[in-house]
């Protein structure tokens, strides 16, 4: 029986190296003159646990400050100010819910290159007081003492219980469906 005992690699979120984003998409009659915000991920903490003598068997959390979600796209600022407000008080309740958290420790992994992995994290997500099994699909680049992870993934805003924004009666709306994409770089740690 093999030893229990892993040696881990701890590495963290260089948060100004990396990106993270949401993209929010438009619905309903209007549409097309609609605006398709995409929202940035500004402050954002990972932690990420590796072993790397079996990846699999490695772990890793995020938590994104709710209220720092904040809209990437030139558009006026009377225009940004009323979608973060409804962004933040009508559909996260960032007072309520603060925080988004990812947690994983169930990883797939597949081996495609020398220090290039192909994984699908099988964790959980909790949003909007909301848990819920999330799998992510991920490239992660092991290269001396930095780790590099990009991917994308959607969710459904329905499922963890948050409001469809909509306007002009319902004429134009966001859909349900959450579009994220991430190119996130973490630093080996002591």
Same mark, same amino acid.
């Given at each position: ?34 605006? &398709?915000?995409?929202?940035? *991920?500004?402050?954002? @903490?990972?932690? #990420? $646990?590796?072993?790397?003598? !079996?990846?699999?068997?490695? &772990?890793?959390?995020?938590? *994104?400050?709710?209220? @720092?979600?904040? #809209? $990437?796209?030139?558009?006026? !600022? ?113």
């Amino acid at each position: 029986m093999e030893s229990t005992t892993e040696t881990r690699v701890h590495y963290t979120a260089d948060t100004r190296a990396s990106q993270f984003s949401v993209q929010v998409v438009a619905g309903g009659l209007l549409s097309a003159f609609g605006h &398709s915000p995409t929202i940035a *991920i500004r402050d954002f @903490s990972g932690d #990420v $646990r590796v072993n790397p003598d !079996d990846l699999g068997h490695s &772990s890793m959390k995020l938590t *994104i400050q709710a209220e @720092s979600l904040a #809209v $990437r796209d030139d558009i006026s !600022d009377k225009d940004r100010r009323e979608i973060e407000r409804t962004m933040r008080q009508d559909i996260l309740e960032t007072e309520a819910y603060p925080e988004i958290v990812y947690e994983c420790s169930d990883i797939s992994t597949s081996k495609v290159g020398e220090g290039q992995y192909a994984l699908t994290l099988n964790g959980d997500l909790t949003l909007h007081g909301v848990t819920r099994f999330q799998a992510v699909d991920v490239r992660v680049t092991l290269n001396g003492d930095a780790l590099r992870a990009f991917g994308t993934f959607s969710l459904l805003q329905t499922d963890y219980a948050l409001k469809l924004a909509s306007v002009a009666g319902g004429a134009l709306k966001v859909k349900d469906e959450l579009k994220f994409s991430f190119n996130i770089v973490a630093r080996k740690q002591g």
